[in-house]
């Protein structure tokens, strides 16, 4: 009997080991280490009992080897990206998803979670949500109701608030009286500095506030964000920040600006509630890709990580946060607080005014830049020429991989806001719909 049990072990271990061949992972690998240790034991089991479990053995390996699953995507990244894919191919193409991620979270950078005094905070920094895309808008409410936010925010500064970004309250404070659209036009024209094509972010910004307000407002700032200056980045760096010649205070222009009203670690969650959808957390893609069997890969992590940083590693922006809680209702007289030029810090963010919470407590966040190295978050590409070239070459590669979608922030290594990345997601989608890509 115990002759028996130990022979049915070996043998499930030969089928063990017929599984892992028909893989097609890394069967020399496979073959050195384990073949000569099975035909060892093999030699021992010429007895007809012995025969009879070695057939068992053989058929429990094909078995176990055609039941295991194959999955239709293996999906790396469980946000935005990540998850508009799965819950798109699942619903709507039958594929069956694994959704891995090495947090142990789902949501990605846009996690969101209770702290210990019951505020609900952002996870990695505020996540405001803004679209001018109804399809996007519609497409999520799917999966959640919102709570519409005009996201307002301040900018401290010679040691007062300012009202930002730059509008005509703005100028009124400049000034010190009241004044009119078109006095703010004819003073910023005789302080703009005319530029026809502005090449980066320091002259995107003068050319339409001029150097003193620039100085005031962007040029430290970026300085501290970026640890480069606004001359080496792209245009489009600032130039995602308005400048209004009216009483518009919102920080954001997009006609939908809201936050999904449970937050979105919940609306994360409904999108991945299908049937055919698993999330595996805590599993990182470079420790998993050979054991899961899987027809597409969808990689929606660092693409320079992915090839591992063969051309050299893409630089990235880390971030540190700070939190503070207060046994008062608020802290500061708006969501968000900039801080240009004073303090390591670059914004204070208080998002108990975006999300309506009534409390008696309060938490804070504080943001620091950080340099990004090898087990730091990559937060932010960095919009720039000599990194949009290394990233080209990434890219070339990732065209020339047969079998794997590259998708979402890292991926595409892209300073995306969130409906940028849900709108590439649903792109890739009609992509891939109706395929069940087997190669
Ligand atoms: P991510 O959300 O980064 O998800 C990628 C996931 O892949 C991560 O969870 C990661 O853990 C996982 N992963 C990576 N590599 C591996 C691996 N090897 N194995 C397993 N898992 C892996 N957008 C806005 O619209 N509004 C905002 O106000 C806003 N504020 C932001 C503030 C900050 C501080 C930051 C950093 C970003 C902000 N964004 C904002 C941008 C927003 O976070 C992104 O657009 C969005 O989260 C990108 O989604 P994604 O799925 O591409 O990437
Ligand atoms: N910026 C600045 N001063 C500010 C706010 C923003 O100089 O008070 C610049 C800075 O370079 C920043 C960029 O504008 O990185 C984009 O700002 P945003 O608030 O959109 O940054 P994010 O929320 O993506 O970090």
């Not at 699953?69 to 819950?87: H, K, P, R, S």
């Not at 222009?253 to 009203?261: I, N, R, T, V």
């Not at 990235?316 to 607080?337: G, H, N």
């Not at 204070?348 to 409390?359: N, S």
């Amino acid at each position: 009997m115990v002759r028996e049990a130990r022979g049915f072990f070996l043998l499930g271990e030969v089928g063990l080991w017929l599984d892992k061949f028909s893989r097609g992972g890394d069967w020399r690998r496979c073959v050195q280490l384990d073949v000569s240790v099975h035909l060892r034991r093999l030699r021992g089991l010429r007895s007809p009992a012995g025969l009879r479990m070695l057939g068992k053995g053989m058929v429990l390996g094909l078995f176990h080897s055609v039941g295991a699953m194959t999955w239709d995507y293996l999906i790396v990244g469980a946000g935005f990206a990540g998850a508009v894919l799965a819950e798109r191919l699942a619903s709507q193409s039958g594929a069956s998803c694994l959704v891995i991620d090495r947090r142990d979270h789902i949501g990605g950078n846009a996690h969101d979670a209770y702290d210990a005094h019951g505020v609900l905070l952002h996870s990695y920094g505020p996540h405001y949500f803004r679209t001018n895309s109804d399809r996007i808008v519609d497409y999520l409410s799917q999966f959640t109701e919102w709570r519409r936010v005009d996201y307002k925010i301040l900018s401290w500064a010679r040691g007062r608030f300012w009202q930002f970004p730059i509008n005509l309250n703005t100028y009124e404070q400049w000034i010190g009286r009241e004044a009119t659209s078109e006095e703010m036009e004819l003073a910023m024209a005789s302080w703009r500095v005319p530029i026809d094509h502005p090449k980066n972010s320091e002259e995107v910004m003068i050319s339409q506030v001029g150097v003193e307000l620039y100085e005031m407002f962007f040029k430290n700032y970026t300085r501290k964000q970026w640890r480069r200056d606004a001359s080496e980045l792209d245009a489009s760096v600032c130039g995602r920040i308005p400048v209004r010649l009216n009483r518009d205070d919102r920080y954001l222009s997009e006609k939908f600006q809201a936050l999904p009203k449970d937050g979105y670690t919940a609306m994360f969650r409904k999108m991945l509630a299908h049937r055919k959808i698993e999330v595996r957390l805590k599993t990182d893609y470079r420790q998993a890709r050979e054991e899961i069997r899987h027809r597409h890969l969808i990689y929606t992590g660092a693409i320079d990580a992915y090839f591992e940083e063969c051309y050299g590693a893409l630089p990235y922006r880390s971030l540190r946060f700070e939190r503070e809680t207060f046994e008062q209702e608020f802290f500061q007289p708006a969501l968000q607080v900039n801080y240009p030029n004073d303090h390591e810090f670059t914004r204070i963010v208080e998002l108990k005014h975006a999300t309506g919470q009534r409390l008696p407590v309060t938490t804070i966040v504080r943001e620091y830049p950080e340099d990004f190295s090898p087990g730091r978050e990559a937060y932010y590409p960095i919009p720039a020429p000599e990194s949009r070239a290394l990233y080209e070459r990434y890219a070339a590669r990732a065209a020339a991989e047969t079998g794997t979608t590259f998708v979402g922030r890292l991926a595409s290594y892209r300073y995306y806001n969130m409906d940028q990345v849900v709108g590439m997601a649903l792109a890739e989608f009609s992509r891939l719909a109706g395929r069940l890509v087997l190669d």
